[in-house]
């Protein structure tokens, strides 16, 4: 009966931290969306990629394919650069 107890609470335990994670995750999302998304937010968010390990594999047809059609034009941070000059 001890056994399934704390097999019982190492269940619950789980089931916690994921919807912890998931809840977390959908905030940082939410905030991250937001045109006025803070720096602190984005921080947050690849800390929590990083902390628990998750990567991705970027293949070509996803997102850095627009950059590479695109590698004529300048990039946002580049036009900030040429007004200051």
Known sequence: MEIKQKNKKKHNAESLMIDLMYQVTEELMRRISEPDASPS????????????????DIKEGEILSIVNENKDDP??????SKEAD
């Open 41 to 56: 937010d984005i921080r947050n968010a690849i800390s929590l990629l990083k902390d628990n390990n998750i990567t991705v």
């Open 75 to 80: 990039l946002p941070f580049e036009a900030f």
